[in-house]
């Protein structure tokens, strides 16, 4: 009888405190079959261990770097609390970190996730990760450990909390650091499939008076509910066929937080910059209704949304029309977004920006 009671005791008295184990244990039982699909041939050994395994065999490279990148997914965790859905979550945080590592040029190879609640909820939580496996899975990566806590105290009771960790590789004759990026290179743009991971505070602070489930006319018929959770899309098969193609891509930039005016100047050599033409493509109408509604300055909402643009490719003027040719034979709806110019930084013309 002491036995038992000292066997039964710690666990009560852990959930007493607001942990169960048990439903971290059924978390894993919900999403162990989506990740196990994303194991290669490169993983070794299954879920459970206290570290994930990944054979380190690059082919014939001839000098493989690693690229490593953690990002999380910010305040569209409270968005997706806010709808109900939290399977896009899992897309974001990969799509987002496979972008981050593509502008170097690297290749996925692995993908760590970790999702904290207060109190865990175990279909939620297998939701966001079974979203993550297929996004993995769509690219070829291997979601291949990661870490679920419930932390009450530390996180409000009913949100939650996602970081990723993507390890990538390139060979370094390779690598893609805009180092031969030259006045005259032209600037193509993909769009973004919405706000992507970023300006989440400023969306919600503009929009949580409105009625998300109402089809609005300047949304063309659609609802905040329906397109404020749209997941962060991946630019890493538009990189295959342009490398496929033979396009000498000189630069990347993928636009998250600062949009527009921080993130390309990032790769640009020294006495560089970017003039970008506003004119060149229509911004959606959420990211419209987003600036109406929040009154900010058109220039604070450049450097706080990406405005439409999610990726930038980078290459030399004789090869523009070639690169736009290959994208949209790939199924994109690529645009020339600007060039590269005498200077610093990015410039605007067009006057969308001002």
């Known amino acids: 009888m002491m036995d038992k009671d000292l066997g039964a005791s710690p666990a009560s008295a852990y959930e007493r405190a607001g942990v ?37 065999a690059f082919g014939d490279m001839a000098d493989p770097v690693l690229v490593a990148s953690t990002d999380g997914v910010g305040t569209k965790t409270k968005v997706a609390v806010k709808v109900g859905q939290f399977g896009g979550l899992g897309h974001d945080i990969v799509n987002h970190c496979v972008n981050d590592i593509l502008v170097q040029g690297a290749r996925p190879l692995f ?53 990723g960790t993507i390890v990538g590789v390139v060979d370094r004759p390779n690598l893609i650091d805009g180092g031969r990026i030259e006045v005259g290179d032209a600037v193509i743009a993909l769009p973004s499939s919405g706000l992507h991971t970023n300006g989440f505070s400023l969306a919600r602070m503009a929009l949580d008076a409105l009625d998300w489930t109402e089809a609005r006319s300047d949304l063309g018929g659609q609802t905040l509910t329906a397109v404020l959770p749209v997941p962060h899309r991946s630019y890493l098969p538009a990189y ?29 050599p020294q006495g560089i910059g970017m003039q970008v033409d506003t004119a060149s493509w229509a911004v959606p109408p959420l990211f419209e209704l987003i600036v109406r509604e929040a009154g900010v300055e058109r220039q604070e909402a450049f ?38 110019v005498v200077g610093q930084g990015v410039t605007f013309s067009g006057g969308g920006a001002s």
């Open 20 to 56: 169960s184990i048990d439903a971290g244990h059924r978390a894993v039982d919900l999403m162990k079959g989506a990740v196990a699909r994303t194991h290669t041939a490169n993983v070794l050994g299954g879920l459970g261990g206290f570290g994930g395994l990944f054979r380190a």
């Open 111 to 163: 993908f760590l996730d970790y999702v904290a609640m207060g109190k865990l909820r175990p279909e939620a939580v297998a939701e966001v990760v079974t979203g993550a496996a297929q996004a993995c899975e769509a690219l070829g990566v291997a979601l291949l450990g990661g870490e679920t806590a419930e932390m009450p105290g530390v996180y409000v009771d009913g949100e939650l909390d996602i970081v």
């Open 240 to 268: 295959d066929a342009l490398e496929k193609a033979g396009v000498d891509v000189r630069g990347m930039a993928h636009i998250t937080g600062g949009g527009l005016v921080d993130n390309p100047p990032r790769v640009f």
């Open 303 to 340: 450097r706080a949304l990406n405005m439409g643009v999610g990726f930038l490719f980078i290459v030399p003027a004789a090869q523009r029309e070639q690169a736009m040719q290959t994208l949209q034979a790939a199924g994109e709806q690529p645009w020339v977004i600007g060039e590269m």
